[in-house]
């Protein structure tokens, strides 16, 4: 039988206080550094290097092709074998990182490719120089269609950092099931965790409807018709190319 005394102990419960940071603060490093992995791996894939190239796409298969699961415990249990050990810790963020960078990086290449070529060309003509034609017109317009993919996957990769409680990670999952294991009330302890997830994604989608807000807070107020006609309907967007223009003569 349900019991509300029960629930409420596991929702105030200081394990799970802590599981729940360690699911934050895990989610928050796993993206982080899968990001900055998938740059890279961008980078390799638009190499005119054919090895790069290579490395690259066979490490995105591998990755968006096997279960995490498996890659987690393959990191945690099988590389000992092979004489590479290492920690919970270690383990829990390695397979995140690899797996998560994978798919970050096919929403960061599709980010960049989503800039029309007009755009860059019109910023060259200007005089910029093909680093600041990137960091200038190129990086903004690709974050306004890469940052609700990216706010998702953070949103996926909370619940999916359960996955390492496997491996015996002490996230939220992990110390619930440690509580459930004293007083054999699994039904509140799972109810309780899974509240702890939805106040996580709740807080999250804010953050994330913010974000969306304020990188595409130019867009909301320059339409398509009147970006293409100020420029002789090339399809320039004036505000970023009078950023540009502003910047440019400020040097």
């Not at 596991?10 to 934050?24: D, H, I, N």
């Not at 990137?134 to 949103?155: E, T």
């Not at 294991?181 to 039904?187: D, E, G, K, S």
């Not at 702890?196 to 018709?225: C, D, H």
Request: hydrophobic share 55%; net charge positive.
């Amino acid at each position: 039988m349900w019991s509300w005394e029960a629930f409420f102990s596991f929702l105030t419960s200081k394990q799970l206080l802590e599981g729940a940071w360690t699911t934050v603060w895990l989610t928050t490093v796993s993206m982080a550094l899968g990001l900055a992995l998938a740059v890279v791996v961008v980078a390799l894939r638009a190499s005119s290097f054919f090895p790069a190239r290579a490395v690259a796409g066979f490490y995105v298969w591998l990755m968006r092709g096997t279960p995490l699961l498996v890659q987690l415990v393959i990191i945690y249990t099988g590389l000992p074998q092979v004489g590479i050990r290492l920690g919970v810790v270690a383990a829990a963020l390695t397979g995140l990182v690899l797996n998560e960078a994978a798919y970050l990086s096919e929403i960061v290449r599709a980010g960049l490719m989503s800039v029309p070529r007009g755009q860059k060309e019109a910023a060259r003509a200007l005089g910029m120089s093909p680093a600041k034609v990137f960091r200038i017109v190129v990086i903004p317009q690709a974050l306004r269609v890469m940052i609700p993919p990216l706010g998702n996957s953070f949103n996926g990769l909370l619940k999916t950092s359960t996955l390492v409680s496997v491996i015996s990670m002490e996230e939220l999952l992990r110390r619930t099931q440690f509580l459930v294991q004293t007083n054999f009330r699994v039904l509140e302890g799972l109810c309780a965790a899974a509240v702890y997830f939805l106040m996580l994604t709740t807080i999250w989608g804010f953050v994330q409807r913010g974000l969306e807000s304020r990188f595409g807070r130019g867009y909301e107020q320059v339409g398509p018709a009147r970006r293409g006609a100020a420029h002789g309907g090339i399809g320039v967007d004036p505000v970023m190319v009078d950023e540009a223009e502003m910047k440019a003569a400020n040097r």
